[in-house]
Protein backbone atom coordinates (compact mmCIF):
# COMPACT_ATOMS: atom_id res chain seq x y z
CA UNK A 1 0.00 0.00 0.00
CA UNK A 2 2.36 2.71 1.29
CA UNK A 3 5.31 1.34 -1.33
CA UNK A 4 2.99 1.18 -3.76
CA UNK A 5 2.00 5.07 -3.57
CA UNK A 6 5.32 6.30 -2.74
CA UNK A 7 7.26 4.35 -5.61
CA UNK A 8 4.64 5.61 -7.70
CA UNK A 9 5.02 9.25 -6.59
CA UNK A 10 9.51 8.31 -6.91
CA UNK A 11 8.51 7.69 -10.59
CA UNK A 12 6.25 11.00 -11.22
CA UNK A 13 9.14 12.94 -9.89
CA UNK A 14 11.71 11.12 -11.56
CA UNK A 15 10.11 12.14 -15.11
CA UNK A 16 9.40 15.61 -14.63
CA UNK A 17 13.13 16.02 -14.11
CA UNK A 18 14.01 13.65 -17.06
CA UNK A 19 11.77 16.20 -19.31
CA UNK A 20 13.73 19.30 -17.50
CA UNK A 21 16.89 17.60 -18.91
CA UNK A 22 15.76 17.03 -22.18
CA UNK A 23 14.15 20.86 -22.68
CA UNK A 24 17.65 22.08 -21.96
CA UNK A 25 19.39 19.82 -23.39
CA UNK A 26 17.09 20.96 -26.82
CA UNK A 27 18.07 24.79 -25.76
CA UNK A 28 14.60 25.28 -24.72
CA UNK A 29 15.91 27.33 -21.27
CA UNK A 30 11.85 28.45 -20.61
CA UNK A 31 10.46 24.96 -20.50
CA UNK A 32 13.39 23.72 -18.61
CA UNK A 33 13.27 26.60 -15.86
CA UNK A 34 9.30 25.43 -15.73
CA UNK A 35 9.40 21.71 -15.38
CA UNK A 36 12.51 21.71 -12.95
CA UNK A 37 10.26 23.86 -10.74
CA UNK A 38 8.16 21.50 -11.14
CA UNK A 39 10.37 18.67 -10.24
CA UNK A 40 11.99 20.66 -7.19
CA UNK A 41 8.42 21.22 -5.83
CA UNK A 42 7.25 17.40 -6.70
CA UNK A 43 10.62 16.22 -5.16
CA UNK A 44 10.41 18.54 -2.22
CA UNK A 45 6.88 17.59 -1.33
CA UNK A 46 7.53 13.95 -1.44
CA UNK A 47 9.95 14.38 1.10
CA UNK A 48 7.85 16.27 3.21
CA UNK A 49 5.23 13.73 3.08
CA UNK A 50 7.52 11.14 4.50
CA UNK A 51 9.29 13.38 7.25
CA UNK A 52 5.63 15.02 8.56
CA UNK A 53 3.80 12.23 8.19
CA UNK A 54 5.73 8.47 7.41
CA UNK A 55 8.74 8.44 9.15
CA UNK A 56 6.77 9.75 12.34
CA UNK A 57 3.78 7.39 12.06
CA UNK A 58 6.29 4.75 11.53
CA UNK A 59 8.80 5.54 14.50
CA UNK A 60 5.38 5.52 17.31
CA UNK A 61 4.46 2.01 15.86
CA UNK A 62 7.51 0.79 16.24
CA UNK A 63 10.05 3.22 18.54
CA UNK A 64 12.57 3.24 15.72
CA UNK A 65 13.89 6.90 16.33
CA UNK A 66 17.23 6.48 14.71
CA UNK A 67 18.22 4.01 12.21
CA UNK A 68 16.46 3.79 8.68
CA UNK A 69 14.35 6.77 9.00
CA UNK A 70 16.87 9.23 10.43
CA UNK A 71 19.62 8.08 8.00
CA UNK A 72 16.42 9.13 5.22
CA UNK A 73 16.57 12.66 6.73
CA UNK A 74 20.06 12.82 6.36
CA UNK A 75 19.65 11.87 2.69
CA UNK A 76 16.84 14.16 1.76
CA UNK A 77 19.48 16.92 3.74
CA UNK A 78 22.03 16.02 1.22
CA UNK A 79 19.64 16.08 -1.64
CA UNK A 80 17.43 19.56 -0.41
CA UNK A 81 21.46 21.05 -0.77
CA UNK A 82 22.00 19.88 -4.67
CA UNK A 83 18.79 20.36 -5.78
CA UNK A 84 19.31 24.15 -4.56
CA UNK A 85 22.33 23.65 -6.61
CA UNK A 86 20.78 23.34 -9.43
CA UNK A 87 18.30 25.72 -8.98
CA UNK A 88 20.99 28.44 -9.19
CA UNK A 89 23.16 27.04 -12.32
CA UNK A 90 19.51 27.05 -14.26
CA UNK A 91 18.72 30.68 -13.32
CA UNK A 92 22.56 31.90 -13.76
CA UNK A 93 22.32 29.91 -17.01
CA UNK A 94 25.32 27.84 -15.66
CA UNK A 95 23.67 24.88 -18.17
CA UNK A 96 27.21 22.42 -17.84
CA UNK A 97 27.04 23.13 -13.73
CA UNK A 98 23.09 21.79 -13.59
CA UNK A 99 23.52 18.58 -16.17
CA UNK A 100 27.12 17.75 -13.71
CA UNK A 101 25.00 17.82 -10.54
CA UNK A 102 21.97 16.63 -11.83
CA UNK A 103 24.00 13.65 -12.50
CA UNK A 104 25.48 13.43 -8.97
CA UNK A 105 21.84 14.12 -7.64
CA UNK A 106 20.22 11.13 -9.72
CA UNK A 107 22.69 8.80 -8.90
CA UNK A 108 21.78 9.57 -5.41
CA UNK A 109 18.56 9.68 -5.49
CA UNK A 110 18.22 6.24 -7.30
CA UNK A 111 20.26 5.03 -4.64
CA UNK A 112 18.18 6.54 -1.75
CA UNK A 113 14.66 5.24 -3.44
CA UNK A 114 15.79 1.86 -4.29
CA UNK A 115 16.45 1.86 -0.38
CA UNK A 116 13.54 3.01 0.28
CA UNK A 117 11.58 0.95 -2.09
CA UNK A 118 13.22 -2.13 -1.29
CA UNK A 119 13.50 -2.08 2.86
CA UNK A 120 12.00 0.84 4.46
CA UNK A 121 8.30 1.24 2.90
CA UNK A 122 7.91 -2.51 3.61
CA UNK A 123 9.24 -2.07 6.58
CA UNK A 124 6.26 0.85 7.29
CA UNK A 125 4.03 -1.48 5.85
CA UNK A 126 4.10 -4.30 8.20
CA UNK A 127 4.39 -1.72 11.20
CA UNK A 128 1.10 0.42 9.89
CA UNK A 129 -0.97 -3.21 8.98
CA UNK A 130 -4.42 -2.30 8.44
CA UNK A 131 -3.55 1.53 9.04
CA UNK A 132 -1.60 2.00 5.66
CA UNK A 133 -4.74 2.39 3.70
CA UNK A 134 -5.44 5.73 5.81
CA UNK A 135 -1.79 6.50 5.63
CA UNK A 136 -2.16 6.75 2.21
CA UNK A 137 -5.29 9.10 2.28
CA UNK A 138 -3.18 11.18 4.42
CA UNK A 139 -0.08 11.68 2.34
CA UNK A 140 -2.68 12.26 -0.89
CA UNK A 141 -4.68 14.63 1.45
CA UNK A 142 -1.05 16.53 2.00
CA UNK A 143 -0.76 20.42 0.55
CA UNK A 144 2.14 20.23 -2.17
Known amino acids: MILEFMREDHRSCD ?6 ENALADKKTEEAAT ?8 T ?5 MEE ?11 GMMGGPTQMMRYEHQQL ?14 RHDDFFGIGESMMIMLQQHNMKEEQMLYPMIDRALGG ?14
Open 15 to 20: HLFTEA
Open 35 to 42: LFESFYQA
Open 44 to 48: NHHFD
Open 52 to 62: RELFIAFEKRT
Open 80 to 93: RSLLESMKSALNEN
Open 131 to 144: DAELMVQTLKGMEP
